[in-house]
């Protein structure tokens, strides 16, 4: 199966090389793939995690301008949460919330149906929702 993922990408136009600064998101026929291709990126570019104090949860992903825009597309947000971080094509989409609902939000949206990803970062969403 991930064979197969690979080469519809590359079928696709997704890049082979330099894919932190020249990834994009892909116009899938199938709308529900976004949320897998986004959870990928998110496994490997991206970051769940709270303060110092605990009380504020994180996520963060790291890539292309269109990437983070994407991100910020999926969970609603406005493209004011994007920051450029370096003088290459890097950007990173970061937004912290208090409130467990919008935790519990961002956790529905990437995990919701979704087959494979990393157990490690999920735990960090479900240890803050299980405060």
């Given at each position: 199966?991930?064979?197969?993922?690979?080469?519809?990408?590359?079928?696709?136009?997704?890049p082979?090389k330099?894919k932190?600064?020249?990834?994009?998101?892909?116009k899938?026929?199938d709308k529900?793939?976004i949320?897998?291709?986004?959870?990928?990126?998110?496994?490997?570019?991206?970051s769940a995690?709270t303060?110092?104090?605990?009380?504020?949860f994180y996520?963060?992903?790291?890539?292309?301008?269109?990437?983070c825009?994407e991100?910020?597309?999926?969970f609603?947000?406005e493209?004011k949460?994007?920051?450029?971080?370096?003088n290459?094509n890097?950007?990173?989409?970061?937004?912290g919330?208090?409130?467990?609902?919008?935790?519990e939000?961002?956790?529905?949206?990437?995990?919701?149906?979704a087959?494979?990803?990393?157990?490690?970062?999920?735990k960090v969403?479900?240890?803050f929702?299980c405060?």
């Amino acid at each position: 199966a991930s064979k197969k993922l690979v080469e519809d990408l590359i079928r696709n136009g997704f890049p082979t090389k330099n894919k932190s600064l020249t990834a994009y998101v892909p116009k899938f026929e199938d709308k529900k793939l976004i949320q897998g291709f986004l959870l990928g990126i998110f496994d490997a570019d991206g970051s769940a995690f709270t303060s110092e104090k605990g009380k504020t949860f994180y996520i963060s992903v790291c890539g292309t301008l269109n990437i983070c825009k994407e991100f910020a597309r999926f969970f609603s947000y406005e493209e004011k949460y994007i920051k450029k971080i370096k003088n290459k094509n890097l950007y990173e989409f970061k937004v912290g919330r208090q409130k467990i609902i919008e935790v519990e939000k961002f956790y529905k949206r990437l995990y919701s149906q979704a087959p494979v990803f990393l157990e490690r970062k999920k735990k960090v969403f479900e240890f803050f929702l299980c405060k």
